[in-house]
């Protein structure tokens, strides 16, 4: 790792609420975020050095977005770094934020994303992502059904119940009638039994909801200028590794930190996280609060067991035990998680859970607010964990 | 021929002639790599990348085990199927481990019914119609069968 000359810090960021106007283009959509990101921050057009966006390439015909984008958000003629890789993509935005602030090329950078995924139909545009193209979708085997694959990996792998999934999605529900961001914040409360019961319709209740379009912004600084914009700013650091693509390739992958892992595993996420927590300092002992980006429960369990906040296969009974609770150490997706905040792929997956762990650092979650946490974690995947993010922020200011 | 269709048709999804020419022989026979190097095997092929493990670039095509065994099962039956499969639904698909090690994800095919594959029972491959694309044109290539 090379030398870092300066911290990053986070002083601001926005989200688009729940079922957004039909009429708006993903311009608008990024102008929307953009705007109201540095609105918040104070922070004007002209300050800002450079622009990360990550965009769902399938579902937008522009094949060279970057000069679009810049001139969308009339920061022209400064730089706008696009990046398509699929939901944690901004994630990898958010990694060259970091880079340009942290070496002091720039000093305030806005990573964001947008997902416009009915541009086109939804799940022809969406079906092959994930997917090792050449072999596994083009013979019909599609983002969904590795969904189910790795599910039922894990789940035999580790004995898991379905209580446990059941539990999880009941939590992230629960958190998201206490959010009003969340895509299930106005729907009827499920019950705890059902989302338990061994039904088709049960699982699909257990998984993602669909947020529709959805973009969001977050802002980056250099530690040395933040208090200019926030006297609550946040440090910011950020994380990423790959896995091959092919879901047959999570087995046996001939390199040292694979090997021993298969389909039940997030070995990518072990390594993001083992860089993330070195810059930031921290072990995972530290971790007050997750925000994970979970299209299923199981994948959820994965991830905390990935970070380190459990032992490998033994997320079940951090759930089952009350885990995901306010009152519990470390209480996870209090967003409220793919099953209610909402599944917003290029647009909000990685960076819904970054905003979220910043609103609670400086205590503006209200009903859902964790008591006084420092130290906030969320994960995020493209690709079918063949990438996977993770993000760090702690509290920057002193009471 | 070319004169009767003056605006270029754009197709939206990912198949083309070429993309399955270019995979055929992995698709039809199971065709992979080997590291002429370490030795480390690999489907679906490396043809001209570089091995992952030893860092040469020294593929070689291989020719992967028939035979395996289930390691996984799952039902094509949540949210969103493939289309294009008429009435040979929900499809049964499986990880199977192949003799040599290699992993693949594959339909399972000529079941009488799904509950009939385990974990752990010995499958082949075999050359079988997929799907008809929406060309018209029928998708051949690899799935696995129970060994009876």
Redesign the interface.
């Known amino acids: 790792m090379g030398k870092i000359l300066r911290r990053v810090m986070m002083v601001g960021g926005a989200i688009t609420p729940p079922r957004i106007p039909m009429d708006w283009t993903w311009r608008q959509m990024a102008c929307e975020v953009f705007w109201n990101a540095l609105q918040e921050a104070g922070i004007a057009i002209k300050e800002v050095d450079l622009v990360a966006c990550n965009y769902n390439d399938r579902a937008i015909v522009d094949s060279s977005p970057g000069p679009q984008i810049a001139d969308a958000l009339g920061i022209l003629p400064k730089p706008v770094v696009p990046i398509a890789n699929a939901c944690a993509g901004n994630g990898i935005a958010s990694y060259v934020a970091w880079n340009a602030i942290a070496s002091g090329r720039c000093d305030v950078v806005v990573s964001m994303g947008f997902a416009r995924s009915d541009n086109?139909d939804a799940?022809?545009?969406m079906?092959?992502q994930g997917n090792?193209?050449?072999?596994?979708?083009?013979?019909?085997?599609?983002h969904?059904?590795?969904s189910?694959?790795r599910?039922?990996?894990y789940r035999?792998k580790y004995d898991v119940p379905l209580q446990a999934a059941g539990e999880w999605a009941y939590r992230c529900n629960w958190y998201a009638r206490r959010n009003p961001l969340a895509a299930n914040y106005d729907k009827p409360m499920p019950v705890l039994e059902e989302l338990c019961a061994d039904t088709?319709e049960a699982?699909?209740d257990r998984?993602a909801t669909n947020r529709g379009g959805v973009a969001s912004a977050m802002i980056f600084v250099g530690e040395d200028i933040a208090h200019k914009y926030t006297d609550k700013p946040v440090y910011f650091d950020v994380a990423y590794a790959f896995r091959?693509p092919?879901?047959?390739?999570?087995?046996?992958?001939?390199?040292e930190s694979m090997r021993p892992y298969d389909?039940a595993e997030f070995p990518g996420l072990m390594s993001a996280a083992q860089e993330a927590y070195e810059i930031a300092g921290i072990g995972s002992k530290d971790i007050n609060m997750v925000q994970v980006h979970d299209l299923t429960a199981y994948e959820g369990m994965m991830a905390l067991e990935a970070i380190g906040l459990c032992e490998i296969g033994k997320a079940k009974e951090y759930v089952l035990s009350g885990g995901m609770t306010l009152d519990s150490r470390c209480p996870i997706n209090t967003y409220g998680g793919g099953p209610a905040f909402g599944h917003g792929s290029a647009g909000s997956d990685f960076q819904a859970g970054v905003l979220e762990n910043f609103w609670q650092l400086q205590g503006r979650c209200g009903d859902r607010q964790v008591q006084n946490p420092k130290v906030g974690v969320n994960t995020s995947y493209g690709t079918h964990h063949s990438l996977d993010v993770i993000g760090v922020v702690q509290k920057g200011w002193q009471e | 021929m070319s004169s009767e269709f003056t605006d270029m048709f754009v197709r939206l999804d990912t198949f083309s002639s070429a993309y399955w020419y270019r995979t055929r022989a992995g698709r039809y026979r199971l065709e992979g790599t080997r590291c002429a190097n370490c030795g480390e095997k690999f489907f679906p092929p490396r043809s001209g990348l570089i091995c992952p493990a030893c860092h040469a670039r020294a593929m070689q095509l291989y020719q992967c085990a028939q035979s395996g065994e289930i390691i996984c099962l799952a039902l094509d039956d949540v949210g969103f199927p493939a289309v294009g499969y008429g009435d040979a639904m929900p499809r049964v698909q499986a990880i199977v481990r192949l003799d040599d090690g290699i992993h693949l994800m594959v339909d399972l095919m000529e079941l009488s019914d799904p509950s009939e594959a385990q974990i752990g029972d010995r499958v082949k491959m075999v050359l079988r119609k997929h799907r008809r694309e929406d060309t018209g044109a029928w998708v051949y290539g690899y799935g696995f069968v129970l060994e009876r």
């Open positions: 086109y799940m022809e545009a079906n092959s090792y193209v050449d072999y596994d979708y083009m013979m019909g085997l599609t969904i059904n590795y189910s694959m599910d039922a990996y035999g088709p699982d699909r998984q091959p092919y879901i047959g390739n999570f087995f046996n992958y001939p390199v389909l």
